[in-house]
């Protein structure tokens, strides 16, 4: 197919290029045909229609929208406004109400969790959810529970010490109590070996899920083992994941991919600063790469790459913050940055569309960061390149961060991954990275598809 709009840039006409790539931005979340824009919808020739809702699209397969049970009092329309440094007018104070006469909810409790989460962050606390530990209640049923995934490689060196994320799903009736509360801890059991088991940090509801980093101690002898994933109690009850994954253990181990070995940067002096590290990074990249158009993966209502003179799409599922978002880049004058809500997994674009895609601290609130990864690759350009920035690293057994402990309550996804794993599901998708930086623990890679 003609690149019409490297086309039309080549003539010089960048303006006309941008206009007619906006128009044919998104596709049909059904079956891929470019959507057409009317006053209040996207809609499709296959029959689909998608909500525009405050300016926002909303590209999303189940999304119930329901009235506000009560609107924003003055007081706290004043509080939104100047959370976001925006002057104050009565048109902006309309289109805040607005935005908050209406709450979306969504099917995935993962979704949902980081939906309608706005107020709350700006501690308008009226919507507060029942805090995990008060829905906990044991009853007589039996705890459960099974793999979703995990990051120990397919082969091992004899007798060798690692640790690799599992993520387990409560598939049973029963929380499955956290350690604190005389609860469990994770373990790897290869040939009757556990390393040291991971505490549960937090109560896991039946239907949630939680990744954990876990000990592993390989066997001594080569040879073709089971892994099993058990949780441990201290009354010596085991309890077994019904799935067994092979394992192969041998002298020596020859990986597929190169290991990130990152620069050591400067120790950030706080999230912002960090931030700004992995800004300038990516404006570099930009610069070098001549970038006209980025996607940027949940970028919540502060995109990143929205100064660095380019086309921004930022995508994010939280439905509220994108359409304060959009007041407030639209007073600010931005007219280079569009926000739409979807899901990552499920991006409403074309193969091939972006000349870059990036996001910021946000791959490790992914359930499954593999596929957004995928997703990320298939609508970059070839010879694009894609910026994971600030993700936290390393592994944490024992005691994580109060904060994170506060945020898995909420039922918003925190994992952190090693150096390793990152490297493993880059090589995974077909990614390569070409430069990566760690400040502290934060990495920041480049990577070319
Ligand atoms: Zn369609």
């Known amino acids: 197919m003609i690149d019409v709009v490297a086309w039309l840039d080549r003539l010089g006409l960048e303006n006309l290029g941008s206009k007619w790539w906006r128009r044919r931005l998104f596709r049909c979340l059904a079956c891929g045909a470019v959507l057409r824009k009317g006053p209040n919808a996207y809609s499709c020739g296959c029959g689909k229609s998608y909500p525009v809702l405050a300016n926002v699209p909303l590209l999303l397969p189940d999304v119930t929208i329901t009235p506000a049970p009560a609107p924003l009092t003055e007081a706290e329309t004043t509080q939104v406004i100047a959370a976001f440094g925006i002057k104050d007018e009565r048109s902006t104070r309309q289109r805040i109400a607005a935005i908050f006469a209406r709450t979306y909810?969504?099917?995935?409790?993962?979704?949902e969790a980081e939906n309608n989460y706005l107020l709350q962050r700006l501690a308008i606390n009226r919507e507060a959810r029942p805090s995990v530990e008060a829905l906990a209640v044991p009853g007589s049923g039996q705890a459960v529970f099974a793999v979703i995934r995990h990051y120990v490689p397919a082969t091992l060196v004899c007798g060798a010490a690692s640790s690799h994320n599992v993520r387990i799903r409560n598939t049973g009736t029963e929380p499955l109590l956290r350690r604190a509360r005389d609860g469990w801890s994770l373990a790897l059991r290869m040939a009757d070996l556990d390393a040291d088991p991971t505490p549960l940090p937090v109560t896991v509801l039946p239907g949630r899920e939680i990744t954990l980093p876990v000990r592993?101690?390989?066997?001594?002898?080569p040879g073709n083992y089971e892994l099993s994933v058990v949780l441990l109690h201290p009354d010596g009850r085991v309890l077994p994941a019904s799935q067994r994954f092979p394992i192969t253990v041998q002298p020596t181990v020859k990986r597929p991919y190169k290991v990130l070995d990152p620069i050591r940067g400067p120790l950030p002096a706080d999230y912002d600063a960090d931030h700004m590290i992995g800004i300038r990074l990516v404006e570099?990249?930009?610069n070098l790469a001549r970038a006209r158009r980025g996607l940027e993966i949940a970028s919540s209502s502060s995109p990143a790459t929205c100064n660095l003179g380019c086309l921004t799409v930022n995508v994010d599922i939280d439905v509220q913050t994108m359409q304060v978002a959009d007041v407030v880049f639209e007073k600010r004058g931005y007219s280079n940055v569009i926000f739409a809500c979807c899901d990552a997994l499920?991006?409403?674009f074309a193969d091939a569309t972006f000349d870059f895609v990036s996001t910021f601290a946000a791959l490790h609130h992914f359930a499954d960061p593999v596929s957004v990864l995928r997703e990320a690759v298939r609508v970059v350009k070839p010879g694009g390149f894609v910026a994971i920035m600030c993700e936290p690293t390393g592994h944490e057994f024992e005691k994580p961060h109060p904060q994170i402990v506060e945020v898995l309550e909420h039922?918003?996804?925190?994992?952190?991954?090693?150096?390793?794993?990152?490297?493993?599901?880059f090589h995974t998708v077909g990614l390569r990275p070409t430069s990566s930086q760690l400040d502290d623990d934060s990495l920041k890679v480049i990577l070319r598809r």
Do not use: K, W
């Not at 592993?216 to 002898?221: E, Q, R, T």
């Open 105 to 111: 909810q969504f099917a995935d409790s993962f979704l």
């Open 216 to 221: 592993l101690l390989a066997p001594a002898a």
């Open 284 to 286: 570099r990249a930009v």
């Open 346 to 348: 499920h991006l409403p």
């Open 411 to 425: 039922g918003v996804n925190e994992q952190i991954f090693s150096l390793d794993e990152y490297a493993r599901m």
